[in-house]
């Protein structure tokens, strides 16, 4: 697996730049942003983490989680941005990294206004570049509810395998739901980056 350290301290949270995007730290100023990307149709339908449409005061603790996993050095969540200083439209990150055995958990979501414009594919293209070549990661896993074909084929899209089936793994809203598991390995990353950079 190598020896390479990672390079990022957890000091400040970084700014990612795209060609149309900012990945910026989430505020509260982003909290009325934050409900309206959950609010919008169809958002919910396989983000099983919350029940339901988050409250204001629900959302000011979920601003308040982005801010603890990146105090303790676990995770950065970020605010996607359309440029020049748009609001935020959904967001992006990474979450339980483990760094002994340099794994991350990556997840996102966006405001259905802006599905099937290649966002978020650019939003997570960004993460996965921080993760490894900054946060020098060897893997970097997404859980993908069961039926959830559009968030799958944005994995495979960037490089992700589909890995195979957590059976049943969550209960939520009443019911279990399985997940799918997607992983991608750093050198199948830089493979792919040598690739595209016709190297």
Known sequence: MGTALNSFDFSEVPTLETERLTLRRISDRDRAAWLEVWKS????????DLESVPSPAAAADIIAWAERIFAEKSGIRWAIAPKPEG?????????????????????????SDYWRQGIMTEAVQSVLAFCFERLRTHRVEADVVEGNVASAALLKKVGFTLEGVWRERVYTRGGVHSLWQ???????YQARQSTQNGR
């Open 41 to 48: 149709p169809g958002v919910l339908d396989y983000l099983i």
């Open 182 to 188: 997607f992983g991608l390995l750093a050198p199948e």
């Open 87 to 111: 609001d935020l439209i959904g967001t992006c990150g990474f979450h339980l990294y483990e760094r002994r055995h340099r794994r991350v958990e990556i997840g996102y979501e966006l405001h």
